[in-house]
């Protein structure tokens, strides 16, 4: 694993999605809650639209476009249109700084399968 760091804590308020990227992939983070931050690849499998334009709910990531809903946690699409997983990343928040592992997806779920 190679974790390297995205943004500092604060740069990203709680319920809210930002996107960064690291080892030129598009990555969409999310805060959850106050210590909590989840990583997801950016563009919805289904129509290619970024997901940090979307809406935060809980676990899940909204796509803006054609609402999609993915789970933060599996990458699973939870709503149609989209039916398949986007990548997700593992993410550890150390000294006030989001650290993202970008090189391997933590689910089955590859960018280049859209």
Request: proline share 6%.
């Amino acid at each position: 694993m190679a974790f390297e760091k995205a943004i500092e804590l604060d740069e990203l308020k709680v319920g809210s999605a930002m996107q960064v990227e690291l080892g030129g992939e598009p990555i969409c983070l999310v805060r959850t809650d106050t210590d909590t931050v989840k990583a997801v690849h950016n563009i919805c499998s289904h129509a290619f639209y970024e997901l940090h334009e979307g809406w935060v709910d809980d676990n899940h990531i909204e796509c803006g476009l054609h609402g999609s809903s993915f789970d933060l946690d599996s990458g699973r699409p939870d709503a149609l249109p989209a039916v398949k997983p986007v990548p997700t990343y593992a993410v550890r928040v150390e000294n006030g700084e989001v650290l993202v592992d970008a090189s391997a997806p933590t689910n089955d779920a590859t960018p280049s399968s859209f």
